[in-house]
């Protein structure tokens, strides 16, 4: 390999690597890559003379710093001034239009990356540092680290760029790198980051190269800074285009607007994205466009008078750990619940948030008294994300596990897995009575209409059912009994019960409510054994030899069905009339139906059916049908309003069908 084809080799490498990492938009397979950047590999491990700084295969080869070293910016980094409200917002406006003596003005909007602000310096296309913003005027030199960021060129793309330009931006880590860096940690047994943007920060500060680049960060370009030696477009918009040309990611979301008010309607736009964007934002910047109107307005103390930081409400906050209680759930799990002192996170107010198990509490080291960072994304439940350990008082009380429900008072019981803790009084505990029924009652289960959650809380509460059996006991009279309940609302319900006692048999089982077994296990367990006497006498071996069902779902089930009382209550729902639909089908009856083994998963809206109906249907016919996309399934049932199933089954080639193309392939 000559010079030429040695540099050609890299320009291809370097284009490839723009497209895949920048664009979106790779053009060959990841084999192809992988085959020429071997190629370039073996051939400089032939001829280490040859090897640049700036040679796709030295991202990642540095060995580790002592220590880092400062850099002093060129032009500071300043702050920006923040903005709460729409208020604020037009304030910054008006303030700008008796500065600059004019009635419009254009905006550029990019979303506020929750990362760290970065400098980047290059000289004749090629980066000589990367450093972090410091004080402003001083930071930290994490060259080596930047280096193995795939999202930042070593060499600029194109032969227009100035001889010197320092281009600044944010250093993120994506929401799918957090998430697998915390698993990963999670399974080491070592501690979690608290959010995205600590795991970059901390990610910058390693002083090995191959730890920052285990880490999968990206680096998104926000504005250049000193430049010399060439010419630069006239304003901001067309400056973050030209960058990208140089090989920089560009926010997608970026836009160019005109007046404050479209500013605002982009906020509310961009709020509503927030959740579903594969980074975290705190926040949007809006900056004038015009360089020239940016040079007349000039800075105030650290900040430009041409930017402001329009804030969302803040997703992390800190408070007080002032209690923690036990609730009793609907299968008799025991979760804690955090107390909180109340605060302002997330635009809610929080008091309350979820600590799931003892492990998540030993796993946070917390204590009645901490103080704790709490985290509130969109309409996620809040979470304790982290105690402040150096902050506690020692008066500070550890939290146990109590010995006994706090419903019921019977025992508390550790399943095999050592997480789950349960109540053992399933058919004492009013806790469990309550949601036990709501669960029998509900649509999955044996769908009994207009027996809603208040109405079942009234009935167990003037005691005139005492278990899911008392449902069939009850006349229009006890019911005329109940608020608000008039003789012809009573016999509607009397009725729907009446209607419910002719179910399936997969029905059935959800409704009992055995522990871990949702639909599609209650339909297994249904076309497996045939009937609920032959499911009943289920060993765990004959359970774990099915397909899906693991050892702790079988000693669920096992345990369920061998409880005397268990027996006793489906035999009296059984002697009160309930019967279901025979899920019997002969080898002749299998092999002509329609759709016999295909595999479906249905999204969006449908036009002329329910998706529980759609189901229904494909069943019927011989389809199984799934809940997620994956290379496995045969077709996609799309309707109105499809989303990301549609998109990753297009992805996969899957082929998608409407409700006609069902219709006409089971006709």
Known sequence: MNQLELTELKNKINTYNYQYYVQDEPSVPDAEFDRLFNQLKTFEQENPHLITEESPTQRVGASPLSHFEQIEHKISMLSLDNAFNEQDL?????????????????????????????????????LQYGATRGDGKIGEDITHNVRTINSIPLTLLGDDFPDELEVRGEIYMPKRSF??????????????????????????????PKISASRKLSMCAYSLGYFSGGELPDNHYSALKELRCWGFLINKEMELLTGIESCITYCTKLAEKRNNLDYEIDGIVFKVNNFKQQESLGFVSRAPRWAIAYKFPAQEEMTTL?????????TGAITPVARLKPIF??????????????????????????????????????????????????????????????????PIEIEASGVIARCSGTLVCSAQLKESIKHFASRKALN????????????????????????????????????????????????????????????????????????TTAELLANHFMDIATLCEASEDDLIALNDIGPVVAHNIRTFFSHPATLSKIKQLLNYGLTFESFEQDAASLNDLKLNDMKFV??????EMSRDEMKLLLKKHGAKVLSSVSKNIDYLVAGESAGSKLDKAQKLNIKVLSLTDVLEMIA
């Open 90 to 126: 037009q304030d910054f406006e008006q303030r700008l239009f008796s500065k600059l003596g004019q009635s419009q003005i254009n905006y550029v909007a990019e979303p506020k990356l929750d990362g760290v602000a970065v400098s980047l310096f290059y000289k004749q296309g090629k």
């Open 602 to 607: 249905i999204t969006g809206t449908l036009s």
């Open 179 to 208: 998430e697998s860096l915390n698993q990963q940690a999670q399974a080491a047994g070592e501690k979690q980051f608290v959010n995205p943007r600590n795991a970059a920060s901390g990610s910058l500060r390693q002083l090995d």
């Open 322 to 330: 002032l209690a923690v209680d036990f609730q009793v759930g609907r």
């Open 448 to 519: 009994i209409d207009g027996l809603g959650d208040k109405l079942i809380e009234q009935l167990v509460d003037k005691e005139l059912i005492e278990d899911v059996t008392g449902l069939f006991t009850l006349d229009v009279k006890n019911l005329t009994l109940l608020e608000r309940m008039g003789d012809k609302s009573a016999a509607k319900i009397i009725s729907a019960i009446n209607a419910s006692k002719h179910t399936t048999l997969n029905c059935f089982i959800y409704a009992l409510g055995v522990p871990e077994v949702g639909e």
């Open 345 to 410: 996170v997330g635009g809610v107010t929080v008091s309350n948030a979820t600590l799931h198990n003892m492990d998540e509490i030993k796993r946070l080291d917390l204590r009645i008294g901490d103080q704790v960072i709490i985290r509130r994304a969109g309409d996620v439940i809040p979470k304790v994300v982290k105690s402040i350990v150096e902050n506690r008082a020692a008066e500070n009380v550890s939290i146990e596990l109590p010995q006994y429900c706090p419903v019921c008072q019977s």
